[in-house]
């Protein structure tokens, strides 16, 4: 991989969330108890589904898959912003920053497909009941899985050796607390909006076509159980899918409003709160989402506890 930048700029240095002092001790603070539920909520909803029989089934596989997703994510992010916030270097290395850029868009690429396997597995448990062993059956989940891995990994290679093949003239202060693609992009000294606009464009194409296809699945999802007799059979339906269905707005949202609009319509500082919502907030909000929400993830837990 040949960078341009690589023999001129060795180091950026990341501004962060706040530059007072006692704000980065209260932030240091609040985040590290964040941190905290990410690991035991996410780690633990692993732990159910591989310990618990009644789990083990395909909708708690990609469960289980999404909180091992999610624990990657944040911890690609939060450790390196945790220690910035007690440190007055908060300086990056070159190969730090980028290796960082691609290891956080890289999961948060597979957690877009993930989501989109998500859908496709509640589609075809309410739609076809009859088939969904068949169809959903052990191997294809796991192709499924590896699948979505692949993907994310594959696709942000070249964001991110286009990102730093954009001429930045020694300029290395980013205005944020992780080396995100249109923090390093705004560095570019030379005419880039041929290179944003590529971003643009390819960023409306990773997000809005699983958005269409989980569209799509949701609303042969919703006609198939209108046709259900019983509203109780509708109730356990919708209570299935209501979880994920929150989960895909709460993502989605935040990666749309950070990667889909222009950047001269960013107000000074909303980039940081984007990009702290869906880095942090959301990885933390997944397992309580579907813990409080699903009474057999609570029936595991408490015989979990109860052993």
């Keep these: 991989m040949h960078l ?5 700029l060795r180091e950026f240095v990341l501004l962060g969330l706040s530059s007072d ?16 539920i990410i690991l035991i909520g996410n ?10 029989a009644n789990l083990h089934t395909p909708m708690y596989f990609f469960l289980s898959t999404l909180s091992f ?13 945790l220690r910035d916030l007690l440190s007055v270097n908060k300086v990056i290395s070159y190969g730090e920053c980028a290796a960082q850029m691609y290891i956080a868009l890289s999961l948060g690429e597979s957690e877009c497909v993930l989501l989109v396997v998500m859908a496709y597995d509640r589609y075809v448990a309410i739609c076809c009941p009859l088939h969904y062993t068949t169809i959903m059956s052990k191997m294809v989940c796991i192709r499924l899985a590896v699948g979505t891995w692949m993907s994310g990994f594959l696709l942000s290679i070249s964001h991110v050796v286009l990102t ?9 202060v980013i205005n944020h607390f992780i080396c995100d693609v249109p923090e390093v992009l705004s560095l570019g000294c030379e005419n880039i909006i041929l290179v ?20 799509i699945s949701y609303v042969n999802i919703i006609l198939s159980i209108l046709k259900i007799a019983s509203s109780s059979g509708r109730r356990k339906a919708f209570s299935t899918c209501s979880s994920h269905m929150m989960v895909v707005v709460i993502f989605y949202g935040s990666a749309m409003a950070s990667y889909m609009k222009p950047r001269s319509s960013s107000l000074p500082g909303t980039d940081k ?3 702290v919502f869906y880095a942090i907030v959301t990885p ?23 052993k």
């Design 69 to 81: 997703l999610d624990l990657c994510y944040s911890t690609s992010t939060l450790p390196r912003m």
């Design 4 to 8: 341009k930048n690589e023999t001129i």
């Design 21 to 36: 002092p006692k704000t980065q001790v209260a932030l240091f603070i609040l985040f590290t108890s964040v941190y905290t």
């Design 196 to 215: 944003e606009l590529i971003f643009y464009i390819v960023g409306i194409i990773i997000l809005l076509t699983p958005v269409t296809f989980i569209v």
């Design 284 to 306: 933390m909000l997944n397992p309580m989402i579907y813990t409080l929400r699903n009474n057999d993830v609570k029936d595991a837990f408490v015989k979990l506890i109860t």
């Design 164 to 172: 730093f093949n954009t001429n930045t003239c020694g300029h290395n």
């Design 43 to 52: 780690f633990l909803i692993i732990v159910l589904v591989l310990t618990d």
């Design 273 to 275: 709160v984007i990009a």
